[in-house]
């Protein structure tokens, strides 16, 4: 079985997350949405609200699960049995960083392959930094979110 992790911080997941997410599925056997916990870090949103709402985003993809990590991520891949990293590009300018963590994970541990997925160009803009900007200043984000994520927002009021 190849087992793929899509491992990132998805604080909020976006519309360019799951276009990723969906091409790695019809890849894939399974993936693994890895939502990376850094207690140095706060997020935007909880660990635990993010799986929530990712896990009602993904609900519809029967070969999509999501879990949380702390660490590396090549070490949560191995401890799971993943054989691959999916990383999302959305232009060229991901290409380098993407390129040196991908090399890093490969000196870490050469079997497990990295595979860089593109997003439909109507997603290519779209980051979740982007997404909070427009949120804290009044913004509509309804287009760039699931509909769950929207909801939840809106209710929380941010």
């Not at 660990?47 to 999509?64: D, F, H, V, Y």
């Not at 232009?91 to 392959?113: G, P």
Request: aromatic share 10%.
């Amino acid at each position: 079985m190849k087992i793929a992790i899509y491992p990132g911080s998805f604080d909020p997941i976006t519309y360019g997350h799951l276009d990723i997410l969906k091409n790695a599925c019809s890849i894939f056997d399974k993936v693994i949405i890895a939502v990376a916990h850094n207690s140095a870090k706060s997020g935007f949103l909880t660990t635990e609200e993010r799986i929530k709402l990712i896990k009602q985003s993904i609900k519809n993809i029967a070969n999509a699960d999501v879990d949380s990590f702390e660490g590396l991520t090549i070490e949560y891949a191995k401890k799971i049995g993943a054989n691959v990293l999916i990383r999302g590009l959305r232009a060229v300018s991901d290409f380098e960083f993407e390129m040196q963590l991908s090399q890093t994970n490969s000196t870490l541990c050469e079997d497990i392959k990295t595979v860089f997925l593109t997003t439909k160009p109507e997603y290519n803009f779209i980051s979740s930094s982007t997404i909070k900007e427009i949120l804290f200043n009044g913004g509509d984000i309804s287009k760039f979110v699931p509909e769950p994520v929207f909801k939840y927002l809106k209710e929380k009021n941010v």
